[in-house]
């Protein structure tokens, strides 16, 4: 814009009234003044500054349409009460500070001629101050609907309204569609019934009869989450894991609609078609599985939808690469002159040279391949399937074993006494019986009775071997629990009486393998199952030439997947489910990060006031009272809002502090009772 152009909207006869260089203009004259003549008035009331998008707004508005309103100013007087040439602007400072921001960008020159009113007779304070009191804005439904009218009658897109108005497109778009409110909402709107917050949920969708319909629906208790969800029921949020997986301009490209949500920071929205994104991603996962099984040539390939598939099979665990002599040599080269390099790097990071070499011996490297892989005589018999993680990732689980072909997992021990017939043990599990008499004549087998007895006394001398030797015990004992944890089919080849049950969890809480904690507990478990051995039988010899540090760190990984605390009430144990309190404590667990309140995942699934208990725990008395009167599933939704991010857990989840101050001790001579099993979470453990 130029000064010209501005200027031209000026009243000619405005230009006459300027003042001259020995008269004082008089009250309410019209008159002309240099931009960099007008001055801030320091009686103006108004002491907090304009915010920078009003003066953007102001700015805007003065480069289409010029200044409307006239600013109001009076004469600047020196110390002997002469005026100085300068005038203080005693109302539109606004306008003032926009002119200056387009002086700024060199949009008007800083002399450009600004039109004002003199005012000498009132008090500059008092008129500053009735400026800014007495002034009403208007309604914003009424700036609702003007900007649709805009966009209507004028055809100005969102971009053009947003320049002729100092705002964002994204304003503007977001006004348009709620200027397009059903009329009957848009009157309840102006009445007061319905507050702005509320007529944006309802106008997420711009449906009026939809609007219409959920307005009726809801009656008096409109809460603005629960207008959202059935303004969207039977959509899905723009940031599930499908959508995420799947991408939402691939979803749109396969024909796919998305309702936008105008009035959150993020432009999220709903999609409108859940079949098709079902669709979506299982065809990903599909394509990924039979990409994986080609790439790394499994004998299958499968998507599924949940890890309870997963768990059903067994699992078989990358070993080391064995690799040649000049294999290794090259291999050592290369990362030690990575990591000179990358030592080497100075305040300013890598030069480009050095950062090219590192990409030359990366790609160098990966080209050997990775150091613990799958033999191919495993992956002819074992499978890979992909699953949907939370955050919408693809989970690639390899090394699965089908039932079927588990029985080449790993062959019998060929030294084993060929003639083990399948008698049981107390345990149930198969026993070898004494040799039968050979064919030929020698001497007469030992008896049943006696090789009972002479092993019977070699066990006790094999207990008082190992427990003289501390290094071996301990070897036994992760020997034990890594057979039944890695080698489930082969956790009995050993004598040591020592059983380890593992639960799958799965399928008494769907997506629990994939929580936080989950992944931690299969990659610990994926970690040292490549450091063990194919086979059952080498076990013993590779654990021999382990560190005890590192069995430690194996019998921890073993024993923590045998622990089982779910409080089932067909099957209660309250000494076992006690005693699982007591190592929550020892190993100050902290559920709040593994687990969060949600509507799926407890407010939902409990009663009102187990929901209003929660909230008041975890905020305030008041914001529970303000959710009282909703319904069962508008509560649970506005219940996970108010206390995400609140760290508040359920009680059969938290953990007790050491800190905390112990029972007193029961009288001796009175026989102690177990805990009593808690009664509420039982029931919550049935619902």
């Given amino acids: 814009m ?24 008089v009250h309410g004259a019209e008159i002309v003044v240099p931009l960099n003549r007008l001055k801030a008035s320091p009686k103006n009331a108004r002491k907090v500054p304009h915010s920078a998008a009003t003066i953007e707004a102001f700015a805007a508005s003065i480069k289409v349409k010029g200044v409307l309103q006239p600013p109001v100013v009076e004469i600047e ?95 503007v778009r977001q006004r348009l569609r709620l200027g397009a409110a059903a009329p009957e909402l848009m009157a309840a709107y102006r009445e007061g019934a319905l507050a702005l917050d509320q007529l944006m949920a ?42 995420v997986f799947v991408g939402v301009e691939a979803y749109e490209a396969e024909g796919g609609s998305v309702l936008r949500d105008l009035f959150t920071e993020d432009g999220g ?30 004998k299958w390939a499968e998507a599924a939808s949940d890890y309870v598939a997963v768990n059903a099979l067994g699992r078989v665990y990358p070993v080391e690469v064995v690799r040649s002599e000049d294999d290794a040599a090259q291999i050592a080269a290369l990362s030690e002159e990575y990591d000179a390099l990358v030592s080497e790097a100075g305040p300013e990071g890598l030069t480009p040279e050095a950062d090219a070499r590192l990409e030359e011996i990366d790609k160098a490297l990966q080209a050997f391949g990775p150091d613990f892989d799958y033999p191919a005589e495993v992956k002819a018999r074992a499978g890979v399937m992909v699953l ?44 070898p019986p004494a040799p039968e008499a050979e064919a030929d004549e020698g001497p007469a087998p030992l008896s049943e009775r006696l090789v009972i007895d ?46 380890l049950g593992v639960t799958g969890l799965e399928r008494l809480a769907p997506g629990v393998s994939d929580s936080p904690a989950g992944r931690r507990v299969a990659d610990r478990l994926e970690a040292w199952g490549a450091r063990l051995p194919e086979e059952a039988r080498d076990l013993w010899a590779v654990l021999m030439t382990v560190p005890p540090s590192d069995l430690l760190d194996l019998m921890a990984c073993c024993a923590g997947v045998g622990l089982y605390a779910v409080r089932d009430p067909h099957d209660r144990k309250p000494d076992a489910l006690a005693h699982a309190e007591t190592l929550a404590t020892a190993t ?3 559920m709040t990060g593994t687990w969060t309140a949600t509507a799926a995942s407890y407010f939902s699934r409990v009663s009102k006031a187990r929901v209003l208990e929660a909230v008041t725990e975890a905020t305030t008395p008041e914001e529970a009272g303000r959710i009282a009167g909703f319904k069962k599933g508008d509560m649970a939704d506005a ?41 509420d979470a039982y029931r919550f453990a049935a619902e």
């Fill in 77 to 171: 007087r020196g110390e002997d009460g002469t005026a100085t040439g300068n005038y203080l602007v005693t109302i539109g400072e606004g306008r003032r500070q926009g002119l200056r921001l387009l002086a700024k960008r060199k949009q008007i020159k800083r002399t450009h001629p600004v039109k004002v009113v003199v005012d000498t007779e009132n008090d500059a304070h008092e008129i500053s101050l009735d400026e800014n009191t007495t002034r009403e804005a208007m309604h914003p439904a009424d700036q609702f609907e003007a900007f649709k009218r805009l966009a209507d009658e004028k055809g100005y897109g969102a971009e053009e309204i947003g320049a002729r108005f100092g705002v964002t497109a994204t304003v």
């Fill in 202 to 243: 309802f106008c997420v969708s711009g449906d009026q009869d939809r609007q219409r319909q959920v307005f009726e629906q809801l009656g008096e208790y409109r809460p603005v989450h629960a207008i959202r969800r059935a303004m969207t029921e039977a959509k899905v949020r723009a940031d599930d894991r499908r959508a």
């Fill in 388 to 431: 949907l993680g939370h955050d919408g990732l693809a989970r690639f689980e390899r090394g699965l074993v089908r039932a079927e072909d588990a029985v080449s997992d790993r062959a019998p021990d060929p030294d084993a006494p060929e003639s083990w017939s399948e008698a049981e043990t107390q345990d149930g599990e198969t026993a």
């Fill in 2 to 25: 130029t000064a010209q152009s501005t200027q031209a909207r000026i009243p000619a006869a405005a230009g006459a009234a300027a003042t001259g260089a020995d008269q004082e203009p």
């Fill in 269 to 298: 929205g709903w999609l409108e078609a859940p079949a098709l994104l079902d669709r979506m991603v299982g065809d990903k996962l599909t394509a990924l599985a039979d990409e994986a099984r080609q790439r790394e040539d499994w």
């Fill in 454 to 499: 002479l092993t019977a006394h070699r066990t006790m001398g094999l207990r008082d071997a190992v427990q003289a030797d501390e290094n071996i015990a301990l070897t036994v004992v992760v020997h034990a629990l890594a057979l039944q944890v890695f080698y489930p089919a082969w956790g009995t080849w050993t004598p040591l009486q020592l059983r």
């Fill in 639 to 679: 219940a996970e809002r108010l206390v995400e991010g609140k760290g508040w857990l359920p009680s059969v989840l938290r953990t007790v502090s050491d800190a905390a101050e112990p029972e007193a001790p029961e009288p001796e001579g009175e026989a102690t009772e177990p805990p009593a099993a808690d009664d």
């Fill in 588 to 590: 100050g667990l902290d």
